[in-house]
């Protein structure tokens, strides 16, 4: 089958590239030309493992990039919307590339003959695909959706820096569609994925990934706000939590609590749904509560660093982790950058090191030292902060020695409490 991706981001990238795998015909189209280029030399514009593999077995054969529009939709049945849709300052999302990419649509489908279904894929709220895409593409196409043309909102629960394994193997496949064509089609793509297949209408299908997303959100606060707990009794929650998850209609996954979660998506998605809620009138406490507990998770970091150091003023601070988790290099919303920034404001002298994302750290604070091993980081430093869960930090025993003062906040439980030496002063979040 044949399918145009608008959007070359994590998810749009990923997609085109997958269903190329999966045996389709894909055409990727950005308006960024950088991007264009990027993928028709089989370079991957994200780190995403095994994503570079893919690429370079597919494009040339059944996949390329073009910022043209018409050649896209003239040549393919789908076009799937991969667009990003950033938060605005109020945590409302902001639709501009979703509108411009449906304008762009719209236009080129009033002249093609052959049936054409629009998958909406970026993650939008609630109605948005009934209220806003469907207008705009009736409107510029002179069409009417679902008689002349298909609309389809098919979420995606990728994970970053396990999106290609995930597109393979979802837990569940959810095709909201506005008839049973629309539904239909866009799950004969998916034929070669062997998963449950939900179909339902476009707002149900928008919804059920903003209470996945909101609901993961609010299970890793709930461990955090339990770690807090546990931090004043002197209990560890990783004991704790290792046999609550064992109860089955909990799950071992998402409780690790620590210096909160960050990410393109959990801060953004449930923003968003307060945002939606608090338009509808109702006023969701819980949602509110899970964002407010992941913006004052980051500082308890501080608030240790603060007991154990009488002064922060020229002192040096190691930053091990700059990655909102680790395997990818993004750093969006990352827990490290509201502690670097107490630190800059309370005049520490700051080293960071990150095996992937000091480069887009640099873009957010030029003004601190970066350095390419872990060695040089911790040498004659006061304190280290483990901001990340980078397996390469798990083994860092000989390191801490190069230490001026050879203290440890570890806000991620990378290291493990009963294996550190007597010499290091070592302090967990939660535990
Ligand atoms: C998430 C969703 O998992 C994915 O389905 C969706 O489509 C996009 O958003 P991602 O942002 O890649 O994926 O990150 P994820 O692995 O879910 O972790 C999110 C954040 O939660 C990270 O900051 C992580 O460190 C934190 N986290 C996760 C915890 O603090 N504790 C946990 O137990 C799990």
């Not at 003959?113 to 970026?122: A, E, G, I, L, T």
């Not at 004052?296 to 601070?317: A, F, H, R, S």
């Not at 700059?322 to 509201?338: C, Q, V, W, Y």
Request: charged content about 25%; overall charge negative; hydrophobic content about 35%.
């Amino acid at each position: 089958m044949k399918l145009s991706v608008i959007g070359t981001g994590y998810v749009g990238t990923v997609t085109a590239a997958c269903f190329a795998e999966l045996g389709h015909e894909v055409i990727c189209v950005d308006t960024d030309e950088k991007k264009v280029d990027m993928i028709n030399s089989r370079q991957a514009p994200i780190i995403e493992d095994g994503l570079d593999e893919i690429l370079k077995r597919n494009v040339g054969v059944s996949l390329h990039a073009t910022n043209n529009y018409e050649e896209a939709v003239r040549n393919t049945d789908f076009s799937f919307i991969c667009v990003g849709t950033p938060s605005d300052i109020d945590g409302n999302i902001d639709l501009q590339p979703l509108k411009n990419a449906c304008r762009c649509l719209g236009t080129n489908l009033r002249n093609k003959k052959k049936y054409h279904c629009v998958v909406v894929k970026s993650t939008v709220v609630p109605k948005t695909t009934e209220d806003v895409v469907i207008p705009i593409i009736e409107k510029e196409s002179g069409k009417s959706a679902g008689s002349e043309f298909g609309v389809s909102m098919n979420p995606e629960f990728l994970r970053e820096g396990k999106a290609v394994y995930d597109f393979m193997n979802p837990d569940k496949i959810v095709i909201g569609g506005i008839d049973k064509r629309s539904q239909l089609c866009v799950k004969e793509l998916y034929d070669k994925i062997d998963t449950n297949v939900s179909i339902t209408d476009l707002k149900t299908a928008e919804m059920i990934k903003y209470v996945n997303n909101s609901f993961l959100a609010t299970k890793v606060s709930f461990a955090n706000e339990i770690g807090n707990i546990c931090k004043l009794m002197g209990i560890n929650t990783y004991e704790v939590m290792e046999q609550v998850g064992k109860d089955f209609r909990i799950s071992p996954h998402f409780l690790r609590s620590g210096a909160g979660f960050g990410g393109s998506c959990f801060p953004k998605d449930v923003r968003a749904l307060i945002g939606k809620s608090i338009e509808l009138g109702y006023d969701p406490k819980i949602l509110q509560s899970v964002i407010e507990l992941n913006e004052k998770q980051p500082l308890k970091v501080i608030d240790i660093l603060k007991k154990k150091m009488n002064k922060l003023e020229g002192t040096q601070i190691t930053v091990l982790g700059l990655a909102f988790k680790s395997g990818t290099d993004d750093i969006r919303e990352s827990s490290s950058i509201p502690i670097i920034n107490y630190l800059l404001e309370k005049g520490a002298y700051v080293v960071a090191y990150d095996p992937l994302a000091m480069n887009n750290m640099r873009n957010v604070f030029s003004n601190i030292r970066y350095t390419s091993t872990i060695e040089e980081a911790l040498e004659n430093s006061d304190a280290c902060l483990l901001m990340t869960d980078w397996d390469e930090f798990r083994e860092i025993d000989n390191e801490l020695n190069l230490m001026k003062r050879k203290l440890v906040i570890d806000a991620r439980y990378v290291l493990n409490p009963n294996d550190i030496k007597a010499d290091i002063k070592y302090e967990g979040l939660c535990w």
